[in-house]
């Protein structure tokens, strides 16, 4: 396969995307329908661009709906679209399968399709700025997902899996299934495959093309044990000492740090099964963390012992709260208006993480004299019970006045997180936001 080629318009649109969603890492969703070339020429070309057409509404509305996702492209009888969140995607493939199940038993003299999903996760973006290089790779790889699936299925890789793995488990109509290695033209080295479904829809189906022969596997593994039991002989036998030494299993995410902001290096390539972190580590427990946007962190607490330790974290969230609240020029009454919003967020202590709550709070009263209004608000920040931050800001507008965006301040900064406060007027609207980022 050819790398996709994105134009100016699209890449801007994935910009955009990402901006809005702050967030520096794309769910990457591409499908296609079963055998179309086939259904063309038994129905005939008028009939399969209706065919088309309704395929490609059905799968739009249901990516779009509540700015969930983005549709990137058509190529064809394949859609291409993008997620902020992997959650999202999955659930928004699962609603795919079932409306096109409906859109089957509907009387509307089309032949019944069956669509095949295939998911991949990764940074596609370096100093905020989209890099086509990499999302074509995300992209390539996500399609090749896509072709190990038959109708109805929808295959992704181990990043999406792991990453929406407690949400999946949570959802009382998504099963999952691990289907194990396979080989995609093109990719370099085995990629873990998963499935999920809806068990009252379908059952899994194992893929039938690239799947790695389990005599290699045990293979591998027989080497790879005699190979440690060489290498602990020998350890043992010349020192009796050892320094620590981490080997982290796939995946790896993009700039991992330890709780004192140092970045991991990992010898070796993203594609091995197993990395080398070069750096000298002491003994006990450590926080690795790595950044998904300005307030959302996900990040493991590993303990490490003398010698070789091979681990595969379990990644939970870390996240810093955001508010935002928009009075319109119809909100005329003089009154009180007030939101809040509470999160859990965590704290380093040492190399261990607390539990904490963060609460963030708006209120604003409003006058109105005639053409004017005084808006005068008041902003709160919580942490723990805490009162961190709390200032009243007066603003006087007209209301025919133009759009006024007042530059973004930092109210509440710490050694770990920051708060930023935003502001803008016009024609009787007031809008407040304020952001809870990482530093």
Do not use: C
């Amino acid at each position: 396969m050819q790398p996709l080629s994105i134009n100016n318009t699209e890449k801007s649109s994935i910009a955009q995307y990402i901006r809005k969603h702050d967030t520096a890492v794309l769910t990457i969703m591409f499908t296609d329908i079963q055998g179309f070339t086939d259904i063309t020429e038994e129905i005939g070309d008028e009939l399969a661009v209706k065919l088309r057409s309704q395929h490609d509404k059905i799968l739009t509305d249901i990516i779009q709906k509540n700015d969930a996702g983005l549709v990137i492209k058509f190529i064809g009888d394949a859609v291409m679209a993008v997620f902020a969140e992997p959650s999202a995607a999955i659930d928004k493939s699962v609603k795919i399968q079932n409306s096109i199940a409906r859109f089957n038993l509907e009387d509307n003299n089309l032949p019944a399709i069956k669509v095949r999903v295939g998911l991949h996760m990764g940074q596609v973006t370096v100093e905020d700025t989209v890099e086509l290089d990499i999302f074509g790779r995300h992209v390539n790889r996500a399609s090749r997902i896509e072709s190990l699936a038959q109708g109805g299925q929808i295959l992704m890789s181990y990043s999406v899996f792991d990453s929406a793995e407690g949400w999946v488990v949570a959802q009382k109509n998504i099963s999952s299934q691990k289907h194990g290695l396979y080989e995609l033209k093109g990719i370099k080295g085995p990629v873990q495959v998963f499935e999920v479904y809806d068990p009252k829809l379908t059952t899994p189906h194992t893929p039938t093309k690239g799947k790695v022969k389990e005599g290699s596997k045990k293979k591998t593994v027989i080497m790879a044990t005699l190979s440690a039991v060489v290498a602990i002989t020998m350890l043992l036998f010349f020192q009796w000492y050892k320094d620590v030494e981490l080997r982290l299993e796939s995946f790896y995410p993009q700039d991992m740090r330890l709780a004192n902001n140092t970045k991991l290096t990992l010898a070796g390539n993203e594609t091995d099964a197993s990395r080398l972190v070069t750096n000298e580590l002491e003994p006990g427990k450590h926080l690795v963390y790595y950044a998904v946007g300005k307030n959302l962190r996900y990040y493991s607490v590993i303990e490490l012992k003398r010698g070789d330790n091979q681990l595969k974290p379990n990644f939970n969230e870390w996240r810093l709260p955001s508010l935002s609240y928009r009075l319109n020029a119809t909100d005329t009454e003089t009154t009180s208006y007030n939101k809040q919003k509470k999160i859990s967020y965590f704290e380093l202590n040492g190399n261990s993480v607390i539990t904490k709550v963060a609460e963030l709070s708006i209120t604003v009263t409003r006058d109105f004299s005639g053409e004017n209004i005084s808006n005068n608000l008041i902003i709160t920040i919580t942490h723990d019970g805490q009162r961190l931050h709390e200032e009243k800001i007066v603003i006087q507008q007209a209301v025919d006045n133009g759009i006024e965006r007042r530059p973004k301040q930092v109210i509440k900064a710490s050694s770990q997180f920051s708060y930023e406060l935003g502001i803008y007027t016009g024609k009787g609207a007031v809008d407040v936001s304020m952001l809870g980022a990482f530093n």
